[in-house]
């Protein structure tokens, strides 16, 4: 299996169910550079677009992407398609054929969507998990964790640490900025503020605001499971799925707008053309 490099916006971090194999080893000269510090350094938000865009690009090769014709593909343009833009960002997104629930958003407004996360999610739901990935994009939350990664791992050479500007990074340095982005986490108020950014979302675009609370919902019964464990040890700096779920809940019921979500039928599937039925012709009888 090819090792998985998760970018940032990572879902077990914010969403909760998945599980990583990658292991982060910085090396001696990483540290170093890090222990230098990185004063003076800039870092814009063009910077974080152009690493990101590598370093999603280096992902896309590593992972089995959905084709263009692809049932998953065709089912995220069907439900995502119309909100590629909002107000400071542009977004483009794939779906990574990998049975692992998770989703993630990069600087760049690159969103990507595992196949595990929308075979046990119906489409609301499914806008819920993307509109939470989209906060933090729109609220920068993705620009400071790949700015935190490249501090912790692109700044490897001394020239580069030195450096008052991002520098030119090989293939393999934008790896490990993506593994580096692996640990990143945000803080319990960044993820409140991109939960209420997908309520808002689905709000304002006329969806049903009760499939965030669903979502959750979700999350925190898989968590019960086999993985519970795991998630505990990963959750540990998070807010819970339960508490997000009651907390998206309350926003509803505040807006008059709360009812118990039924989850629609999921189709990943290319749905199958109505045959035409066979026309009759009728013979003309000569005069």
Do not use: C, W
Request: charged residues 30%; positive net charge.
């Amino acid at each position: 299996m090819k090792k998985k490099f998760i970018v940032l916006g990572v879902l077990f971090a914010m969403f909760g169910v998945t599980k990583m194999n990658a292991q982060i080893n910085l090396g001696d000269r990483a540290m170093g550079a890090v222990s230098k510090g990185i004063s003076g350094f800039t870092f814009s938000d063009a910077d974080a677009a152009t690493l990101s865009k590598a370093a999603v690009a280096q992902m896309d090769k590593e992972h089995e992407v959905a084709g263009p014709t692809d049932p998953y593909t065709l089912r995220l343009n069907r439900v995502f398609g119309k909100h590629t833009a909002g107000d400071g960002y542009t977004l483009n997104y794939k779906v990574y054929k990998i049975k692992e629930v998770n989703a993630f958003a990069t600087a760049d407004g690159s969103v990507r969507v595992y196949s595990g996360l929308m075979d046990i999610m119906d489409d609301n739901e499914l806008l819920a998990v993307i509109g939470h990935e989209i906060g933090h994009v729109a609220n920068h939350d993705s620009r400071d964790a790949v700015k935190a990664a490249y501090q912790k791992e692109a700044l490897i050479d001394a020239v580069a640490s030195q450096s008052k500007t991002v520098s030119t990074l090989t293939d393999s340095e934008y790896g490990k900025i993506g593994s580096a982005m692996i640990d990143s986490k945000h803080s319990r108020k960044q993820e409140a503020e991109a939960d209420l950014f997908s309520y808002d979302f689905l709000k304002k675009n006329g969806y049903n605001v009760n499939a965030e609370e669903s979502a959750f919902r979700i999350l925190a019964k898989m968590s019960e499971g086999a993985e519970a464990s795991f998630i505990d040890q990963m959750m540990s700096s998070h807010p819970d799925s339960k508490k997000r779920a009651e907390d998206a809940k309350m926003r509803a019921e505040k807006d008059g707008m709360y009812k118990p979500y039924v989850q629609q039928k999921i189709v990943n599937t290319v749905p199958v053309p109505a045959k035409k039925k066979a026309v009759k012709k009728t013979a003309t009888k000569k005069k």
